[in-house]
């Protein structure tokens, strides 16, 4: 039999639970939705999670992911551009993704995620190219010492 409702009480904490409230319905697709602070609508939680992140430094020769989570090769294209490939592929190559470079520990680079140059281009299964530059010069490339990036969108 599958879970249907999890509520404050079935998590045995030790404290009473008057109101019954659920926070937690897994659907019939075995889909978990939690509802909204205010409780009018509902969020997806695997929606909602980081599906790889990536922690590195990208002003050595090779990289190597210092905490990282689906994330496999790390590969320096060239100066201030990074990519990394997924250990678990995403459903298609529409994902969302962030970060932020620092270069220097003091001066913040730009990262973004889009193709660089041709040098390649997103798929399900890499990160796309990640282009850190100095904010002083924004078309100059410039190797962070502190790049930061997260996916999120649906896995394969």
Do not use: W, Y
Not at 133 to 152: G, P
Request: some cysteine; proline content about 1%.
């Amino acid at each position: 039999m599958a879970l249907t409702k999890v509520n404050r009480g079935g998590l045995n904490t030790g404290v009473s639970d008057s109101s019954n409230a659920t926070f937690l319905t897994v659907d019939s697709s075995e889909q978990a939705v939690i509802k909204s602070e205010g409780g009018a609508v509902t969020t997806s939680v695997q929606q909602g999670l980081c599906k790889a992140f990536t922690f590195f430094d990208g002003s050595i020769s090779t990289p190597v992911h210092k905490d990282s989570f689906n994330a496999s090769t790390l590969t320096d294209i060239q100066g201030g551009n990074q990519k990394f490939a997924f250990t678990t592929n995403m459903g298609n190559a529409n994902f969302s993704f962030g970060g932020a470079a620092i270069v220097d520990e003091t001066t913040f680079g730009l990262l973004t995620g889009t193709e660089i140059a041709g040098s390649h281009a997103r798929s399900a299964s890499s990160s796309g190219g990640f282009f850190t530059c100095n904010t002083a010069s924004i078309n100059s490339a410039a190797n962070a010492n502190s790049v930061s990036a997260q996916v999120f969108g649906d896995l394969a």
